[in-house]
């Protein structure tokens, strides 16, 4: 398999490959942001069955819609990928060294785990990039799925911050979409209309199950949240990259505001989904190497 070369004047790509042969393969310093999303280490295959309805005129389908109307239920694909490592730590410790070196000197990583191993990940990008390149922790919070009976049911996942350097990170608020203000009235008119900046806790939904972002593939994340992480983090023209890229919701959300994107995967189906997601943003000879 013959992997796309990139250049900084080149087109957006979408890479086919092992995130650690790859990563090797591109210059220090590439990259205004990275977002990483690696799996979660929870010890379980992920899976997400892909449903689609449809019609069934002579009353036989197995489900009844709107107004009494027959529907026959159809299997799409069923993605999945493996979320269970001996030893995580020795999985993804080198990678985010990877991200490090080819973040610019004033970029930003955005590292996006859960409450099972952020807590190790900071004293990780602590010692990797030094802990006055910590920026944020920003907590990701959403109202979906079952609730447990004997805890606190978890409802968030953790995203960590780190820039490269404290004293030229590159971050533009003004660029960020805004909130509404929980008590409007007690500020004036014109902040009212305004909103207000988010905080370090994002309030967004998941990708919703019947929505227009769903690509079936599995803990795929909403644009909302990459949008505002990409906005603040990165300019119109700067390179972003994602190497654990999935549906490929950063090089979506880096094609419509204007940024260029590398997106990298090993798996076949998430490469396939991007394919056919980003095509709108990516040359032919861009696309994948697969």
């Known amino acids: 398999m ?6 900084p004047g080149g087109s957006n790509l979408v890479v086919h490959a092992d995130n650690a042969a790859y990563l090797p393969t591109l210059p220090d310093g590439a990259f205004t942001m990275i977002y990483v999303d690696p799996p979660f280490n929870t010890g379980r295959a992920q899976r997400r069955q892909q449903l689609s309805m449809v019609r069934n005129a002579d009353g036989t389908g197995d489900r009844v819609g709107f107004k009494g109307m027959s529907y026959s239920t159809v299997k799409g694909m069923l993605a999945s990928y493996d979320d269970a490592f001996e030893d995580y730590w020795d ?13 610019a000197e004033d970029g930003t990583l955005y590292l996006h785990l859960d409450y099972r191993e952020v807590h190790y990940a900071k004293v990780m990008l602590d010692s990797l990039f030094g802990r006055e390149c910590f920026l944020n922790e920003i907590i990701w919070a959403y109202d979906y799925g079952a609730r447990a009976k004997r805890k606190w049911p978890a409802k968030h996942d953790n995203i960590l911050v780190y820039v490269k350097d404290p004293a030229r990170y590159h971050f ?4 960020v979409d805004r909130e509404p203000y929980m008590a409007p009235g007690l500020v004036t008119a014109e902040k009212a209309a305004l909103g207000k900046l988010p905080t370090d806790v994002w309030w967004h939904t998941i990708v919703s199950p019947t ?21 603040a983090s990165s300019r119109e023209g700067d390179w972003v990259l994602d190497f654990f890229a999935g549906s490929g919701t950063l090089g979506a959300v880096a094609g419509k505001l204007g940024r260029r994107f590398v997106c990298v995967d090993q798996n076949p189906q998430a490469v396939e989904i991007m394919r056919r997601r980003l095509a709108p943003y990516c040359e032919p000879a861009g696309r994948s190497s697969a």
């Open 211 to 231: 929505g227009r972002e769903k690509t079936g593939y599995p803990t795929q994340k909403p644009e909302g949240l990459l949008r505002r992480a990409v906005a």
């Open 2 to 7: 013959t992997e796309p070369a990139w250049t």
């Open 91 to 103: 999985f993804l410790a080198p990678r985010l060294a990877e991200a490090w070196r080819l973040l």
């Open 172 to 175: 533009n608020s003004a660029e």
